[in-house]
Every structure is written in C-alpha cells, then in structure tokens.
C-alpha cells in the first residue's frame, strides 16, 4: 500500500513569514496526526483528527499555527506568522482508528517536512 | 552492548553483536508500549508494541520485554547490522490518552 505523503519535503523562510504543509494519509486512515519534532528531540504531538474532527490540540500554538483535514483525507498545517523556534521536522502519521486495539495503536509516519526559519 | 536509559543517549556496538536499548517509563497506569526506529531523513517505522499485560514479545530479530514493577522497558537487537543505525524511540500510552515519547537513543553500529 502507498504509504503517507508529506510535501513539501524541505523549506527555507524568513521569520514571519507564512508556511504550508500538506500531508496525505494512508487510504482509509481514520486517525491523522500531525508532529513536531525538533533535532534530537522526540515527536510531539500538536494536533490529532478523527475523520475531519479534532480529537486534541492542547499543544498546537493557535495563535501561529493552524490545520485543518475537510473532508476527513488528506490535511494542511500552516504557520503564519514564523518564528525562529519553528524551525523542525514536521511529521505527518495515520492510523486505522485510535483505540484500545494494539493494531489501531500503530502510527505509520510520512517522510516529513523539514522547516528552516532564518 | 546496552545503554541506561534516558542519561546515555548514544549506543555503539560491533557487527553481530546484541544490542540493548533500555527507556524508563513513568505512568504507572501506561497499558501499552511501542518502540519506533527512525533513521536519519526519515519518518519514525514502527518496530514492535507490548501490552502491560505481557512481560516479552518477540518480532524477527527484535524483542522487547517489559518490567512493570520498575517501570522499565528494553529493546532488545539480535544480530545488530549496519542498517539497524538509527534512533530508537520508546512511547507509552495509557487507554485512549495520547502516546508519550521517549528522547530516543542513537546505535551505532560499526561494521
């Protein structure tokens, strides 16, 4: 099966500028989450959506950061306006359906999209 | 070879030999863990999960076992090759809450 596509794969701004990220999940994925992960850090978590609701954003910055998934496929996550601390791996994973089965547990990550704020 | 937790972040072993990568957990109430690999310009893969009601689980070349008493967990590697280079990430969970990673560890494995 195709696995989760992220683009883009690399991008360069300026602070205070504004940014996109799209992720596809695998097909028929309820669960789609979006991390951050800074260099030598682990994951963490900043928004998840169940079909296109939102399960938990308690980390999210809401008043730089955005994302939506419409119509419960694929997602954006947007950063207007950037901040050097920004600057990470932006990692996009699905999931069958958050629960309490092990199966459902597995998160497939995408490749990631890496963001350098100057 | 085998690391300590959270305090040695960086693993080197031989070719062929095993390897142990220890994560210290510290809900109690955590019922199910994962471990993650991630290599570098990569998304983290998943490995192999445990439930708390398990103490050792065996995957192809991989097994992680799972001591609730000290709240530890362990990955271990049979065989470590070249292409197991990568940072290993532990995460927990507990029911439908969100998982809680680990700061991961770097193997190294010299040929």
């Known amino acids: 099966e195709a696995g989760v596509a992220q683009s883009p794969r690399y991008k360069i701004i300026e602070k205070r500028q504004s940014v996109a990220f799209w992720c596809n999940p695998i097909?028929?994925?309820?669960?789609l989450y979006w991390y951050q992960q800074i260099l030598g850090q682990g994951p963490k978590l900043l928004i998840q959506?169940?079909?296109?609701?939102?399960?938990?954003d308690s980390q999210l910055p809401k008043d730089r950061f955005s994302a939506e998934r419409l119509k419960g496929v694929d997602s954006t996550l947007k950063i207007q306006p950037a901040k050097l601390e920004d600057s990470a791996v932006y990692l996009c994973?699905?999931?069958?359906?958050?629960?309490?089965?092990?199966?459902?547990?597995?998160?497939?990550f995408g490749a990631g999209s890496r963001l350098t704020v100057l | 070879g085998e690391s300590v937790g959270l305090h040695l972040p960086t693993l080197s072993v031989q070719e062929g030999d095993n390897s142990i990568i220890n994560c210290a957990y510290s809900?109690?109430?955590?019922?199910?863990f994962i471990w993650y690999k991630q290599e570098s310009g990569k998304g983290p893969q998943f490995i192999i999960d445990?439930?708390?009601n398990m103490d050792k689980r065996q995957g192809q070349r991989v097994t992680v076992l799972l001591n609730k008493t000290v709240k530890h967990l362990s990955l271990q590697i049979a065989a470590t090759q070249p292409g197991d280079s990568a940072v290993y990430f532990c995460?927990?969970?507990?029911?439908?809450?969100?998982?809680?990673w680990g700061l991961g560890t770097s193997l190294a494995v010299n040929p």
């Open positions: 994973a699905s999931s069958p359906r958050a629960g309490e089965s092990s199966g459902a547990n597995v998160l497939t």
């Open positions: 995460a927990e969970k507990s029911g439908n809450r969100k998982l809680i």
């Open positions: 959506f169940q079909n296109n609701g939102v399960v938990d």
């Open positions: 097909s028929g994925h309820a669960t």
């Open positions: 445990i439930r708390s």
């Open positions: 809900n109690s109430a955590s019922d199910y």
